[in-house]
């Protein structure tokens, strides 16, 4: 077993119910969330032999739709390494559910903060940062050569450990289909996130465009390099842009960043409150769980 293989769990059982309270409770009850992501969110655990990272993906209907989406994101994996990016070693574990399909978990060791793409470029220096940056976006346009394989370039999924750089989020497998040109992702799992009645006019017109983007290199750099903004990275926003756009064959401008960062943001915003929305009718009015942990207010 590698450093960095996660460390085995032994109360997998008393994870999910923690994650069950929650989701009666509308808030995290008993876990340390580290990351929130769209449609499912990561938290910090004790392993038998150190922390880890372990991510509960949403609700399957049927065990056939998570094995496929379990053996996708293995695909998934042995894809991007071929191409030379290197995923942080991943678990996978089940656990079943009363009245509903297994619940699926991926996990990995926890990683130091300071390890994190972002914090290494948050302290590191011009040279430093611009070999970072290099690397990753080198990465992309190596994935972006294959017109089946795509990936979400954010520096939140990438963690530098004794020099080698690792990707983290292999949760959404952007794969697809050459002969149909289709996503081989099962969007209705992760559109089962939104309100209902955004479900059917997302999944039917827009779920996708929206995965399209990331087998797209330029509109996946820009979405990174938008990123920086958030993450109060603005610094580095300009060389960002010079290094993708000798990979890129449209040049990327920073007013092209800065409009799709703030559309970005209204979409997000207009997201969040729909949600929190649904949230309140399903807790307190349907009386029903709610199996989405969303952030609290997010300064973007």
Known sequence: MTALQPSPIADLAELEER?????RAGRPVGLEVIGYGEISSVVRWDGLSGPVAAKRLPNYQTDAARGAHRDLMVEYIGALGERGVKVLPTDFLEIGVTGESAVLYTVQSLIPADRLAVDVLRGASPDEGEALLRRIISL???VAGEPWLGLDVQLSNWVLDDETLWY???STPFMRDLSSGLSRLETSVFVASLPWLLRWPVQRF???DIVAEYFDLRTTVINAIANLRKERLEEWMPLAIDIANEVVEEPITLEEVDKYYIKDQR???VLQ???RADRWWQLKVRRRAYPVLLPGRIDR
């Open 19 to 23: 994650f069950q309270a929650s989701f």
């Open 140 to 142: 992309s346009a190596a």
């Open 168 to 170: 983290l989020d292999i």
């Open 206 to 208: 827009m779920a996708e």
């Open 267 to 269: 979409l997000w915003a």
């Open 273 to 275: 409150w729909l949600r």
